[in-house]
C-alpha cells in the first residue's frame, strides 16, 4: 500500500516537471526582439539603481562626516588638553609616599606583574632540587 502510494506521488512529480519543462521551452521561444528589450529594461534597473545607490553612499557619508564634527565641537576641553582622570589622583600624591614606592619598585627585581610567576618558577625549582636529591639516593 504505501510503495503504490510512492509510486502514484512520483508519477504525478513526473507529469507535473514534463509540463513544466514544455511550458518554459514554449516561453523561451521568442523572437530576437523581445530579448533585446529584456537585456534593456535589465541594464537600465541596474544603472538607475547604481545612481540610487552611489546618492545614497554619500549622502550617508555627508551625515556621518556631519557627525563627527558635531560630536568633535560639543566637546567643552579638545581630547589632547584633557588630563586623565588617574593623572589628576596622582599629581595629589604625597611626595614621600611617591619616594618610598618609587624606592620599593627599584630595590625588587621582578615587577608586580611578574610576582605569581616568579613563585611557580621558585616552586618548581625546590621540586626540581628534591627530585635531583631523591636520584642521587
Known amino acids: 500500500m504505501k510503495h503504490e502510494d510512492e509510486f502514484e506521488l512520483e508519477a504525478e512529480d513526473r507529469v507535473w516537471t514534463d509540463a513544466f519543462r514544455e511550458a518554459i521551452h514554449a516561453e523561451s521561444e521568442r523572437p530576437a526582439v523581445f530579448w533585446s528589450a529584456q537585456r534593456a529594461a535589465i541594464r537600465g534597473r541596474i544603472t538607475s ?6 546618492a545614497w553612499m554619500a549622502f550617508a557619508s555627508a551625515a556621518a562626516l556631519l557627525l563627527f564634527a558635531v560630536m568633535l565641537l560639543s566637546v567643552g576641553t579638545p581630547i589632547a588638553t584633557r588630563v586623565p582622570e588617574k593623572l589628576q589622583v596622582a599629581a595629589r600624591v604625597d611626595p614621600d609616599q611617591l619616594l618610598s614606592e618609587v624606592q620599593e619598585t627599584i630595590d625588587n627585581p621582578i615587577p608586580d606583574s611578574l ?23
Not at 539603481?49 to 552611489?54: K, N, T
Not at 621558585?122 to 626540581?128: A, R, W
Request: aromatic share 4%.
Open 115 to 137: 610576582a605569581p610567576l616568579d613563585l611557580l618558577a621558585q616552586d618548581m625549582d625546590k621540586d626540581f632540587k628534591a627530585n635531583k636529591r631523591l636520584a642521587k639516593q
Open 49 to 54: 539603481r547604481g545612481r540610487r545607490s552611489s
